[in-house]
Each structure stands twice: as structure tokens, then as C-alpha cells.
């Protein structure tokens, strides 16, 4: 059974940092694709990064570039997103979610493209930066 699980969100005061984590289980991680994304209240889900073919492609959106680092424990079978600033417009609940197309998916889905097609999706861990 497929499953990706996340943590690490919570409360941070602005210039604040949080690394959250995507426990995957059912599938080998380098066979996937795998991403982030955020959905702010009223607002449509955005991809924010990815990383596919084993670590070797990765992509950000503008507004996170050298704020945000996403990684890959093979070992553990858990993607890491290291996120560092943070601004309250940061704050929404985060997903990670998983495809099998790999890195066609990925730059797709950074452009927020072919959501409803993704394969697999965690259930979120919400993220809030305010003072």
C-alpha cells in the first residue's frame, strides 16, 4: 500500500526556519518523482519543488529560490523540503506528493500543471509564519 506521510510544520515567527519530511512507503523512491506543494486558504495548490531521476533534477518556483532546499534519504525513503526565511506569505498547508512520470511530472507540476493527474498524494501538514 502506497502511503506518504508528512511532518515537520508548525507555528514560526517570520525568518524563521522549518525542514518538513515525506515518509514514503509502497513504492522505491528513485522510481518517482517526487514534489511539494502548498495550498493557502482561497487560493489554488501551487507546485513549489520537486526532485526526480535519483536527486538529479530539481526545481523550485522563484519565490522560494535560495530560501528553500529540497533532499532525498534513500535509506530512509523520506524527501526533505529545508525551508529557511520564511514570510507569512509562506504559510498554507504543505503536501508532498509522488508520480511515476518522474521528471516530466516534475516540471510540469512546478508550473501547476497536471495536478489532478499526480499519483499519489499525502494528506498535508499545515504551515504557519506570523509573529
Known amino acids: 500500500q502506497v502511503q506518504l506521510v508528512e511532518s515537520g510544520g508548525g507555528l514560526v515567527q517570520p525568518g524563521g526556519s522549518l525542514r518538513l519530511s515525506c515518509v514514503v512507503s509502497?513504492?522505491?523512491?528513485?522510481?518517482?518523482?517526487i514534489g511539494w506543494f502548498r495550498q493557502a486558504p482561497g487560493k489554488k495548490r501551487e507546485g513549489i519543488s520537486c526532485i526526480a531521476d535519483g536527486g538529479l533534477h530539481k526545481y523550485y518556483i522563484d519565490s522560494v529560490k535560495g530560501r528553500f532546499t529540497i533532499s532525498r534519504d534513500n535509506a530512509n525513503s523520506t524527501v526533505y523540503l529545508q525551508m529557511n526565511s520564511l514570510e507569512p506569505e509562506d504559510t498554507a498547508v504543505y503536501y508532498c506528493?509522488?508520480?511515476?512520470?518522474?521528471?516530466?511530472?516534475?516540471?510540469?507540476?512546478?508550473?501547476?500543471?497536471?495536478?489532478?493527474?499526480?499519483?499519489?498524494w499525502g494528506r498535508g501538514t499545515q504551515v504557519t509564519v506570523s509573529s
Open positions: 506528493a509522488a508520480d511515476l512520470d518522474g521528471d516530466n511530472w516534475c516540471m510540469a507540476a512546478i508550473e501547476g500543471i497536471r495536478l489532478d493527474e499526480t499519483d499519489y
Open positions: 509502497g513504492f522505491t523512491l528513485d522510481d518517482y518523482g
